[in-house]
């Protein structure tokens, strides 16, 4: 640490620049995996997930060029929505919610990636309507189907889909998934690949039609998620290096110039 308040180890002494060099290779590396899909990589977008970065480095990836952020607790997000208002960014929850923070989530968010039950779908809208604004919304599905994710099992999401016309407050605009944390890479990819073929089935139907976008990948991942059509791949240790452990010890990553040997 220094006296700027950030992690040196993890950031270097000028973030904006290990920032600067991680965003190059990682688009490359995302310009690589749509050339081998015949993909354009402008149908992919980065959301850069910030848990645990501060906001004095997140102003210097603003400056990067980065103008959203996704975050998976809401009371993380609001205090760096605070202290970054005066820039133009927009924030992305990814996380799961607990219906008592809807009334946190709807006051500085533009999107949410986790909506899982009709319980939040019907907090949210009730909250967005009194403020007078729209959400956008993915539908989290799990399509690993292991207990300790969050998201409707597969065979679930139409029926969840179908009422959100209810909660008019409410943009669905795709659909969302973590894949299972697996050395092998064909179990990584048939997740990404349900989650395709279960959001082109819900775009047959009338509720399902605006679901144009599938949130899938992360650092690890990424790459063979844009290869099974990922629209969003969610990015945080390929941006912002390893994040530490409950003991502060770091373990490799992707960049490890961010971080310890």
Not at 20 to 47: K, Q, S
Not at 96 to 120: G, I, P, W, Y
Not at 130 to 146: C, I, K
Request: charge should be neutral.
């Amino acid at each position: 640490m220094t006296r700027t308040g950030f992690d040196t180890d993890r950031f270097g002494t000028d973030p904006g620049a290990t920032i600067r060099a991680n965003l190059a290779e990682l688009r490359h590396r995302i310009t690589a995996a749509c050339a081998r899909a015949g993909r354009d990589p402008v149908e992919v977008r980065l959301l850069p997930i910030t848990k645990t970065v501060p906001a004095e480095v997140l102003r210097h990836a603003a400056a990067a060029g980065l103008d959203m952020f996704g975050e998976n607790k809401v009371q993380e997000a609001m205090g760096k929505a605070e202290a970054l208002a005066d820039l133009p960014v927009r924030w992305s929850i990814v996380g799961h919610l607990q219906t008592n923070k809807v009334k946190h989530l709807t006051r500085f968010a533009s999107e949410f990636q986790a909506l899982d039950s009709l319980r939040v779908a019907e907090a949210l809208d009730a909250r967005l309507r009194a403020e007078g604004r729209m959400l956008d919304v993915f539908v989290q599905v799990n399509t690993s189907g292991e207990p300790s994710k969050y998201g409707v099992a597969p065979e679930e999401a139409a029926g969840l889909v179908a009422r959100l016309p209810d909660f008019p407050s409410l943009r669905p605009v795709g659909l969302m998934t973590l894949a299972i944390f697996s050395a092998e890479t064909e179990r990584v990819r048939a997740c990404f690949r349900l989650l395709r073929e279960l959001r082109e089935t819900l775009r047959a139907t009338p509720a399902g039609a605006g679901l144009a976008h599938l949130s899938m990948g992360m650092s690890g991942d990424f790459e063979a998620a844009i290869e099974e059509g990922a629209t969003v791949v969610r990015i945080g240790t390929a941006i912002f290096g390893t994040r530490p452990t409950k003991d502060g010890i770091y373990w490799p990553g992707l960049f490890p110039e961010v971080a310890p040997t």
